[in-house]
Nanobody, 123 residues
Framework: QVQLVESGGGLVQTGGSLRLSCAASGRTFSTYTMAWFRQAPRKEREFVAVIRSGGSTYTEDSVKGRFTISRDNAKNTVYLQMNSLKPEDTAVYYC?????????????????WGQGTQVTVSS
């Protein structure tokens, strides 16, 4: 069982930055693929970025060049650095995990989820 706890959300103005963190329990964090998803009001939860156990990453087109996913295996933590934020980035951001190196972009591809952290970007 893996428990995920997100932090770092908040209110920021357009053009600002935030760094989200997701702390994972367990001793096998390095073998997990980690991802970030987000859910805006009245919308489906959508993929944002993923980092494989081996460290390679993939980022959704709408945030490419602005958001960066990274991980620190020594700290059992995955990060999402968000720059040049826009009002349309407003959402609850969720961390997700799955064992192994497959980088799924689908919600169903992940076994473990955090509780989410709210990001609000004001115009």
């Amino acid at each position: 069982q893996v428990q995920l706890v997100e932090s770092g959300g908040g209110l920021v103005q357009t053009g600002g930055s935030l760094r989200l963190s997701c702390a994972a329990s367990g001793r096998t964090f390095s073998t997990y693929t980690m991802a970030w998803f987000r859910q805006a009001p009245r919308k489906e939860r959508e993929f944002v970025a993923v980092i494989r156990s081996g460290g390679s990453t993939y980022t959704e087109d709408s945030v490419k060049g602005r958001f960066t996913i990274s991980r620190d295996n020594a700290k059992n933590t995955v990060y999402l650095q968000m720059n040049s934020l826009k009002p349309e980035d407003t959402a609850v951001y969720y961390c997700a995990a799955r064992p192994g190196g497959y980088a799924s972009v689908r919600l169903q591809g992940y076994d473990y989820w955090g509780q989410g952290t709210q990001v609000t970007v004001s115009s």
